[in-house]
């Protein structure tokens, strides 16, 4: 079992910044890969970041150059630096973490990018969310 637990989310004007952090407890030791997901109000959950077991990391379209994901394992955090808000990123943010040989891992860049079926694919462990809201 992991447990995740998201934090840093608030209020920002467009064009500010946002730095969301996601604390990773319990069997966190086996090699992992990890990912930011965000659900807009009347819309459907999608990927915004990832980050394998070898620190290959993935965008969607949307965010690229604009949010940065990094971990660091010795403190079992997952971090997600989010630049240049715009009122289209303001949703609830998850963290979810799973096993590296899990199918969700070995096709990550897909799950991020939203051309792997989510029945199918679903990271294992999921945060309760936290709210990003940015105003225009």
């Known amino acids: 079992q992991v447990q995740l637990v998201e934090s840093g989310g608030g209020s920002v004007q467009a064009g500010g910044s946002l730095k969301l952090s996601c604390t990773a407890s319990?069997?966190?030791?086996?090699?992992?890969?990890m990912g930011w997901f965000r659900q807009a109000p009347a819309k459907e959950r999608e990927g915004v970041a990832g980050?394998?077991?070898?620190?290959?990391?993935s965008y969607s379209d949307s965010v690229k150059a604009r949010f940065t994901i990094t971990e660091d394992s010795a403190k079992n955090t997952l971090y997600l630096q989010m630049n240049d808000l715009k009122a289209e990123d303001t949703a609830i943010y998850y963290c979810?973490?799973?096993?590296?040989?899990?199918?969700?891992?070995?096709?990550?860049?897909?799950?991020?990018?939203?051309?792997?079926?989510?029945?199918?694919?679903?990271?294992?462990?999921w945060g309760q969310g936290t709210q990003v809201t940015v105003s225009s």
């Open positions: 980050i394998d077991s070898v620190g290959s990391v």
């Open positions: 319990g069997n966190t030791r086996s090699t992992h890969c």
């Open positions: 979810a973490w799973d096993y590296s040989i899990s199918r969700s891992c070995t096709n990550l860049a897909a799950v991020i990018g939203g051309s792997a079926d989510r029945g199918e694919y679903d990271l294992a462990y």
